[in-house]
């Protein structure tokens, strides 16, 4: 008879499969248009991916620097002056990482102690949470609400104790694609001053504003900077998600204590893809056309959409467009996520597996980094879904 296997505690017991596996996998179950992970179905640059090849032919398949291929980091300091302003030295404030989530996990465990409490903004990103409680700290949710999501910074800060260490903040947001004004950064950094905090700002979705709308980066504001790692990602930037490449861009201080965890996480992030990235970034224009490339994309799945019986919200970044379906259905969102994909094949995002608290909202979210005709093929059995 065999030993049954003893196990001890989980440190996650409240963690299961996320919502973007269950949904990958009904998508897949049914042949639905996915619309729920948020990835690109179209393939990233050629000459990016020849890039990685000459990489690998020309040797660079061994471990690369702790923080990152030296040339990359010097390519990555020029467009962070460029655009921001902000002089960093690549050698003490950069770090190349495997990817936003390992920048965001890396930095959690750096600085997150056991007791300490950690503010994060709702609904979020759904790595935030299981990481501070990893590391012994304690999650304080900040709830937006629908429609418009906007923050009340007033109600933010009476959420903060003498046990409050960090704050953790997403611009452009996921998944409401909310993006911050210059007024929410002044807010935001007067906070973090006057309360002697730290702050995780998780820029992933960096060039992806639309409508003329600037991103203020926490970059822009030296006095925040001095209290935040930023953190960003090559991979939604340049159509590779799989690729899991990003970076951690901090104060020098910061910096050190951040690799002391890197370097035992993952010690150093995939090199021939580095040495492919620190090319391609001479041209700025992969970048500088993203926000009009994507905000078509946006605006063609709003058109494709009208005539249906779903609401859109504002987006005013990210590749992600919220919708109302409260004309629809009185499904709560997960079930009405499930219901649309096994009655008609497409996969989309229910909100409230980002909350701690879930709001009784009926809205979903639907990724439009996809093919045109992806788009509009969703769109098209969206349309034809009639009042349940």
């Not at 020309?58 to 040339?71: F, I, R, W």
């Not at 950069?94 to 709702?122: C, K, R, S, W, Y």
């Not at 299981?130 to 906007?150: K, R």
Request: hydrophobic share 40%.
């Amino acid at each position: 008879m065999a030993t049954p296997t003893i196990l001890p505690p989980s440190k996650l017991p409240n963690v299961g499969t996320t919502i973007f596996t269950t949904m990958s996998a009904l998508a897949n179950e049914y042949s639905a248009v996915n619309l729920s992970q948020g990835f690109p179905d179209f393939m990233c640059s050629e000459k990016l991916i020849n890039l990685v090849s000459k990489a690998m032919h020309d040797g660079k398949n061994q471990y690369a620097p702790m923080a990152g291929d030296p040339l990359l980091r010097q390519r990555i300091a020029h467009k962070v002056e460029s655009l921001y302003r902000q002089s960093i030295d690549p050698d003490t404030e950069l770090t190349i990482t495997a990817g936003g989530t390992q920048a965001i996990f890396t930095a959690i465990g750096a600085f997150v102690h056991p007791g300490d409490e950690v503010i994060i903004i709702e609904p979020a990103y759904d790595c935030y949470k299981p990481a501070i409680e990893l590391f012994g700290g304690h999650t304080v949710p900040y709830a937006l609400h629908a429609p418009d999501y906007t923050i009340d910074w007033a109600v933010l800060e009476s959420l903060i104790t003498p046990a409050t260490r960090m704050l953790i903040t997403n611009n452009p947001h996921n998944p409401t694609g909310r993006v911050f004004s210059r007024h929410d950064l002044t807010r935001l950094r007067d906070i973090v001053i006057r309360h002697n905090l730290l702050l995780i700002s998780d820029e992933v979705y960096e060039h992806l504003t639309y409508d003329g709308l600037t991103h203020e980066s926490v970059l822009r504001y030296p006095e925040l900077y001095a209290r935040t790692l930023v953190i960003f990602s090559f991979g939604k930037t340049y159509h590779n998600t799989g690729w899991k490449t990003g970076y951690c861009i901090a104060p020098p201080g910061l910096t050190t204590e951040f690799r002391k965890v890197h370097q035992f996480n993952v010690f150093s992030a995939n090199t021939p893809i580095q040495a492919a990235y620190s090319a391609f970034m001479a041209d700025p224009n992969e970048y500088l056309g993203l926000p009009a490339f994507f905000q078509a994309k946006r605006d063609l799945l709003l058109h494709s959409m009208q005539g249906s019986a779903f609401s859109p919200l504002i987006c005013q970044g990210s590749y992600f467009q919220l919708f109302d379906y409260s004309s629809l259905s009185d499904l709560p969102d997960t079930e009405f996520c499930q219901w649309l994909v096994q009655h008609h094949q497409v996969a989309a995002i229910p909100l409230s597996p980002f909350y701690t608290v879930p709001p009784d909202d009926k809205i979903i979210r639907l990724c439009f980094a996809k093919k045109d005709e992806t788009i509009t093929n969703a769109a098209k059995r969206l349309r034809d879904i009639l009042i349940m």
